[in-house]
T-cell receptor, first 113, second 114 residues
């Protein structure tokens, strides 16, 4: 039973364009959502997060949108750069579970020069 | 400030054996979580230790056990290894165990079970 799903295993975009990565969840107890980026041979690194009391959080080129009614979140990267090429994981936690995370399966983003 | 380190980097074991993986938390962090990442999948939460006590556990059998030491370094032990235990094992440390505390991940230990 996958509580966090990333339905696109891969995404390819042109440098300078927008990258949109999607994530769906099923557990209504989730109230904090995070995106992590992972390069080969490295651990995941935190990118951006959003609390369930918000519907948007922005940090530089990265924006996360949360649609609670649809149980859907998305990560927008504008403009995309070749260095953004990595695997992106969506993760969620429930208030009663601290920072124990449930991850999605990941989306591999390739940004072409 | 030293980041999260894990040892060994790679490990090959045979079915039925036991393995111990080690994690050194970032300085000042009292919480460590362990995750298993199978090939092509996202990390799955195994368990978390907070101030040397198990603080939560995912859907893993008891042959997965852990320890956190007074210096907040940590071990993951797996007994009676099975082929499906082949995965990247990640540890992550954080200042505290609540939701808003960022987790810092180590590079992982790649375990292969033959």
């Amino acid at each position: 039973d996958q509580q966090v799903k990333q339905n696109s295993p891969s995404l390819s975009v042109q440098e300078g364009r927008i990258s949109i990565l999607n994530c769906d969840y099923t557990n209504s107890m989730f109230d904090y959502f995070l995106w992590y980026k992972k390069y080969p041979a490295e651990g995941p690194t935190f990118l951006i997060s959003i609390s369930s009391i918000k519907d948007k959080n922005e940090d530089g080129r990265f924006t996360v949108f949360l649609n609670k009614s649809a149980k859907h979140l998305s990560l927008h990267i504008v403009p995309s750069q070749p260095g953004d090429s990595a695997v992106y994981f969506c993760a969620a936690s429930a208030n009663n579970a601290g920072n124990m995370l449930t991850f999605g399966g990941g989306t591999r983003l390739m940004v072409k020069p | 400030e030293t980041g999260v380190t894990q040892s060994p980097t790679h490990l090959i074991k045979t079915r039925g054996q036991q393995v111990t993986l080690r994690c050194s938390s970032q300085s000042g962090h009292n919480t460590v979580s362990w995750y298993q990442q199978a090939l092509g999948q996202g990390p799955q939460f195994i368990f978390q230790y907070y101030r040397e006590e198990e603080n939560g556990r995912g859907n893993f059998p008891p042959r997965f056990s852990g320890l956190q030491f007074p210096n907040y370094s940590s071990e993951l032990n797996v007994n009676a290894l099975e082929l499906d235990d082949s995965a990247l094992y990640l540890c992550a440390s954080s200042l505290e165990a609540d939701s808003y505390n960022e987790q810092f991940f180590g590079p992982g230990t790649r375990l292969t079970v033959l």
